[in-house]
């Protein structure tokens, strides 16, 4: 029996990669046969299954000899690299308003992630997703989502951007330090998704390179581009609909079918199709959305309510029944930590 190839993935970033290697007389064509992507991908984007991505990505790593590749990939890759929504961030009258239009238009980077901007007590921490994968895009891609994020962020501020935490949905089996000296912050490996959290203060902050006129302009072009964007793949979908109608209870497969314009059965067979199930992307969405609001402060009788459960202990009975067994790591900074 055929495996199923599983999500399919925007990439973008081979070009640059391939430059990386040819500085080390690496053949950057060899990897990508070696993982079954096209010759193609080493001109432009393509659009392949993740897992493949995540083989090259690991292959590169491996000729390069570079155990946090993710972060020297985020340093070599110029800016403006991920256009609209980019520079969306830097013309934003502040962080803020800049981390909302990327979550806004997220799915201009790639259909399957999600950024979302969420309030805790006198912070603001920006989770980032994929779906329901449990390791997001996978160590090196994940460490590079938040490096580029970050690195460009402080290119805005006129400094390293400071950061009262940073969080990975990935393991580290080693140099987990490396990223805690990188950040400047603690680090948390093996949590729901990817992130990073800063002060509000942080994000009142006005960037250096605030344009209200061009940060207008940019967000009429940025809806014009959603509009035209094709459909996002099924599991990235019914995520997105979930998000909306979490806190209303309304999360019966027949009612998450009919706002996507399908039946209960045909939702279900496309997310068989995608290797998962209703059942467990619903599960997963609310364990993420859960750990979220913790973070947050929010009491748990208030986080039953937002998940759609009649109480806290309902949740707990439905949520940590299905919660696998992953024990949690964090690195600090050496000084003082």
């Given at each position: 029996m055929a495996t199923k190839p599983g999500l399919l993935f925007t990439f973008r970033l081979i070009p640059a990669i391939s430059g990386?290697?040819?500085r080390r007389g690496i053949d950057v064509a060899e990897l990508l046969n070696d993982t079954g992507l096209p010759l193609a991908a080493a001109r432009g984007e393509i659009t392949a299954p993740l897992s493949r991505i995540q083989a090259f990505i690991a292959k590169c790593a491996t000729r390069l000899a570079a155990p946090q590749f993710?972060?020297?990939?985020?340093a070599a890759l110029p800016g403006g690299a991920y256009g609209v929504a980019e520079f969306l961030v830097r013309s934003a009258p502040t962080v803020e308003a800049g981390l909302r239009g990327l979550c806004e238009f997220a799915a201009l980077i790639n259909p399957s992630g999600q950024f979302r901007l969420v309030p805790g007590d006198g912070e603001g921490r920006l989770h980032y997703s994929l779906g329901s994968e449990r390791d997001t895009l996978g160590m090196h891609l994940n460490e590079f989502t938040i490096a580029y994020l970050v690195r460009q962020l402080g290119s805005i501020v006129g400094g390293r951007m400071p950061l009262?935490?940073?969080w990975f949905s990935h393991a580290r089996p080693a140099q987990a330090d490396i990223l805690a000296q990188h950040f400047g912050c603690p680090v948390r490996f093996q949590a729901r998704d990817c992130g990073f959290a800063v002060t509000t203060t942080v994000l009142a902050t006005v960037p250096r390179t605030a344009d209200p006129l061009?940060?207008?302009f940019l967000l009429d072009q940025a809806r014009a581009q959603l509009a035209r964007l094709g459909p996002?793949?099924?599991v990235s979908q019914v995520v997105r609909v979930l998000e909306v109608r979490m806190s209303s209870g309304d999360v019966a497969a027949g009612s998450i079918a009919k706002a996507l314009g399908s039946t209960p059965r045909s939702l279900q067979r496309y997310l068989a199709d995608a290797g998962t199930t209703y059942r467990d992307v619903l599960a997963h969405v609310r364990e993420r959305r859960r750990a979220e609001l913790r973070g947050g402060g929010v009491a748990e009788?208030?986080?039953a309510r937002q998940l759609g459960f009649s109480d806290a202990r309902?949740?707990?009975r439905s949520l940590e029944r299905l919660e696998p067994a992953r024990p949690s790591t964090t690195s600090r900074r050496s000084a003082g930590r």
């Amino acid at each position: 029996m055929a495996t199923k190839p599983g999500l399919l993935f925007t990439f973008r970033l081979i070009p640059a990669i391939s430059g990386m290697l040819a500085r080390r007389g690496i053949d950057v064509a060899e990897l990508l046969n070696d993982t079954g992507l096209p010759l193609a991908a080493a001109r432009g984007e393509i659009t392949a299954p993740l897992s493949r991505i995540q083989a090259f990505i690991a292959k590169c790593a491996t000729r390069l000899a570079a155990p946090q590749f993710g972060l020297d990939l985020a340093a070599a890759l110029p800016g403006g690299a991920y256009g609209v929504a980019e520079f969306l961030v830097r013309s934003a009258p502040t962080v803020e308003a800049g981390l909302r239009g990327l979550c806004e238009f997220a799915a201009l980077i790639n259909p399957s992630g999600q950024f979302r901007l969420v309030p805790g007590d006198g912070e603001g921490r920006l989770h980032y997703s994929l779906g329901s994968e449990r390791d997001t895009l996978g160590m090196h891609l994940n460490e590079f989502t938040i490096a580029y994020l970050v690195r460009q962020l402080g290119s805005i501020v006129g400094g390293r951007m400071p950061l009262a935490s940073a969080w990975f949905s990935h393991a580290r089996p080693a140099q987990a330090d490396i990223l805690a000296q990188h950040f400047g912050c603690p680090v948390r490996f093996q949590a729901r998704d990817c992130g990073f959290a800063v002060t509000t203060t942080v994000l009142a902050t006005v960037p250096r390179t605030a344009d209200p006129l061009l940060f207008q302009f940019l967000l009429d072009q940025a809806r014009a581009q959603l509009a035209r964007l094709g459909p996002i793949d099924i599991v990235s979908q019914v995520v997105r609909v979930l998000e909306v109608r979490m806190s209303s209870g309304d999360v019966a497969a027949g009612s998450i079918a009919k706002a996507l314009g399908s039946t209960p059965r045909s939702l279900q067979r496309y997310l068989a199709d995608a290797g998962t199930t209703y059942r467990d992307v619903l599960a997963h969405v609310r364990e993420r959305r859960r750990a979220e609001l913790r973070g947050g402060g929010v009491a748990e009788s208030a986080i039953a309510r937002q998940l759609g459960f009649s109480d806290a202990r309902a949740m707990r009975r439905s949520l940590e029944r299905l919660e696998p067994a992953r024990p949690s790591t964090t690195s600090r900074r050496s000084a003082g930590r």
